[in-house]
């Protein structure tokens, strides 16, 4: 199991789930939606062995080939990931927060569905 999305009181919070909470050493990440830039279905850095620059520093798991769950560090900054199949993910853009980016494998729902309803919460 992946990641859920929730949007609640103007924040948005991702729930992890199942063994991927022990490997990230979190179970949730919660921002203001305020501080979401953008959010991409399927994106280039959800193939995680191609940008991943550095993971002794962060806190979670990485396993080239296999997944990434944790704050893993890209060229960018710290980003939060919890991906297995680069297929199922979105990306969170954000902008006044210590990670550059939540990159999420959704569990119980579609990368556009999540798109379009993260999107109408921002206006």
């Given at each position: 199991?992946?990641?859920?999305?929730?949007?609640?009181?103007g924040d948005l919070i991702v729930h992890i789930h199942g063994w991927d909470m022990?490997?990230?050493?979190?179970?949730?990440?919660?921002?203001?939606?305020?501080?979401?830039?953008?959010?991409?279905?399927?994106?280039?850095?959800?193939?995680?062995?191609?940008?991943?620059?550095?993971?002794?520093?962060?806190?979670?798991?990485?396993?080239?080939?296999?997944?990434?769950?944790?704050?893993l560090y890209l060229r960018d900054g710290r980003s939060f990931y919890d991906v297995h199949d680069p297929d199922k993910t979105v990306a969170i853009d954000l902008r006044h927060e210590d990670l550059t980016h939540l990159v999420l494998e959704l569990d119980d729902e579609a990368p556009e569905e999540a798109v379009r309803r993260i999107e109408r919460a921002l206006g």
């Open positions: 199991m992946a990641a859920s999305i929730e949007l609640r009181d022990l490997r990230a050493m979190r179970g949730s990440v919660r921002v203001p939606l305020a501080h979401v830039t953008g959010i991409r279905p399927r994106p280039p850095e959800a193939h995680f062995d191609d940008v991943i620059v550095d993971t002794p520093l962060g806190v979670g798991v990485y396993v080239p080939g296999d997944y990434a769950v944790g704050t």
